[in-house]
């Protein structure tokens, strides 16, 4: 098992910053890939940005390049959303995720372990 617990949501201005963290603990060595995903009210969830923990490589959503950085510290077990340039509709709570699957994985059926979520709420 792995649990994972995100913080850092909030409220903020459009234009500004954030930066979620999700913090691993149990069998962490199990999982490979970490995942950001969002729901928005009345939405699917969709894919935000992933990490594969071994080598770093990263993909992510069109929609946040250029303005989201997912990033990892080992020595913590931690997986980082920092979140650039908001706009109102990347309001929506954020979910972290984790998949035992080898590859670099962007869709929400092939993770694992989810953590309980964290509001985000961007204001024009």
């Known amino acids: 098992q792995v649990q994972l617990v995100e913080s850092g949501g909030g409220l903020v201005q459009a234009g500004g910053s954030l930066r979620l963290s999700c913090a691993a603990s149990?069998?962490?060595?199990?999982?490979?890939?970490m995942g950001w995903f969002r729901q928005a009210p009345g939405k699917e969830r969709e894919f935000v940005a992933a990490?594969?923990?071994?080598?770093?490589?990263?993909s992510y959503a069109d929609s946040v390049k250029g303005r989201f950085t997912i990033s990892r510290d080992n020595s913590k077990d931690t997986a980082y959303l920092q979140m650039n340039s908001l706009k109102p509709e990347d309001t929506a709570v954020y979910y972290c995720?984790?998949?035992?699957?080898?590859?670099?994985?962007?869709?929400?059926?092939?993770?694992?372990?989810w953590g309980q979520g964290t509001q985000v709420t961007v204001s024009s």
């Open positions: 995720a984790a998949s035992l699957y080898g590859p670099l994985v962007v869709v929400a059926a092939a993770y694992d372990y």
């Open positions: 149990g069998r962490t060595f199990s999982r490979n890939t």
């Open positions: 990490l594969r923990w071994n080598d770093g490589s990263t």
